[in-house]
């Protein structure tokens, strides 16, 4: 004869089939994310390296992500950036290069000029490395040709250096005055030396005295600009991260000490800056940004040509010529691609 089941007895039956329930339940929870995890594809990693400062060069990493962009990667959504800033202290980009390198980044970015793109190429042999930079990297030693790279490294050149005779011309045809123009270098910056030549030998065919004076910090900056009051009517200032960085305080200088100064960028001129010949910074870092995303894509570098930047602006801020007491020729406003009021 069969009994009916106890109070006490179906308890435990109904305790010991929730128990089993929950494991069940709880070992399948833990269970997905793990094959959640198995099923998304590792996103890639840029390291962005550069020698100057985020602050000052938010702009231009925006132009970089569009042209990331392009090539159909956004950063956060299927591609990652690691970025690493020198602050304008070049001697620590080698140490930062070889962080992104001990990183594994999928692509090098080594940007804002000279100086990052000499350490990339020095950190690695085989991680891919888009630069920008404003020298010929044949002569700075970063390919071998510019048609067809060797190796990892490609990139975009401004050819900002070889702009410099052009700045100069400008200049001491707005102040005609100035047979002494003062050059403002970076005695930290690599192409320092090779730049400087280069530009004296050309002041010299004009009939132009140049004051080279160095500075690589903020109170260098300062003394330099007393000293070029004394000594000179005018200043040429090159393409150099630092000195980009420091762009405002560089405007306001020239502006306290009453000196007419020409800069390789806009960027200087919508700071206030007298007026500017150059390339397009925005569109460098847009270039570099698609060279970037190619390679990603799977391209080798080695098959991506040189860029070169060809969209040169000449600038002018009629409201600091005036401030300076500079009447501008028509002949040069006319030539001007912007003319700042």
């Not at 069940?24 to 962005?48: E, K, R, T």
């Not at 150099?240 to 009453?258: I, M, N, S």
Request: charged share 20%; hydrophobic share 45%.
């Amino acid at each position: 004869m069969n009994r009916p089941p106890s109070s006490l007895n179906l308890l435990l039956s109904r305790h010991t089939k929730r128990r089993e329930f929950i494991k069940l339940i709880a070992g399948s929870v833990s269970a997905w994310p793990l094959a959640a995890l198995a099923q998304q594809p590792v996103m890639p990693v840029i390291g962005f390296l550069h020698g100057g400062s985020a602050a000052q060069f938010t702009k231009l990493v925006v132009a970089f992500r569009q042209g990331l962009k392009e090539t159909g990667y956004v950063e956060g959504q299927n591609v990652a950036i690691e970025y690493r800033w020198a602050e304008g202290h070049f001697d620590e980009l080698p140490a930062l290069a070889a962080e992104l390198v001990r990183r594994r980044v999928a692509v090098l970015a080594a940007m804002g000029g000279d100086p990052a793109a000499v350490a990339a190429k020095a950190a690695t042999r085989t991680i891919p490395i888009i630069f920008s930079t404003g020298t010929d990297p044949v002569k700075l030693g970063l390919v071998s040709s510019l048609n067809r790279p060797d190796g990892q490294v490609t990139g975009v050149s401004l050819l900002s250096a070889s702009l410099l005779m052009k700045q100069l011309e400008l200049l001491r045809e707005l102040v005609p005055a100035a047979d002494t123009i003062g050059f403002l270098v970076n005695p930290n910056n690599p192409t320092t030396e090779v730049r400087t030549k280069e530009i004296l030998e050309a002041a010299r065919s004009l009939g132009v005295q140049l004051f080279v004076i160095p500075a690589s910090n903020e109170g260098e900056l300062e003394s330099a600009f007393a000293t070029l009051q004394n000594r000179t009517r005018a200043l040429l200032i090159p393409a150099d991260a630092f000195f980009f960085g420091q762009r405002d305080r560089v405007v306001g200088l020239a502006a306290r000490y009453a000196l007419p100064a020409s800069y390789p960028f806009r960027e200087w001129v919508a700071s206030g800056g007298l007026m500017s010949y150059g390339p397009s910074l925005s569109d460098d870092y847009r270039l570099a940004g698609i060279y970037c995303g190619r390679v990603l894509g799977g391209e080798k570098p080695a098959d991506l040509p040189i860029q070169q930047s060809t969209k040169v602006e000449f600038v002018i801020n009629l409201k600091t010529a005036k401030a300076l007491g500079l009447s501008v020729p028509n002949t040069l406003i006319g030539r001007a691609d912007e003319v700042i009021e």
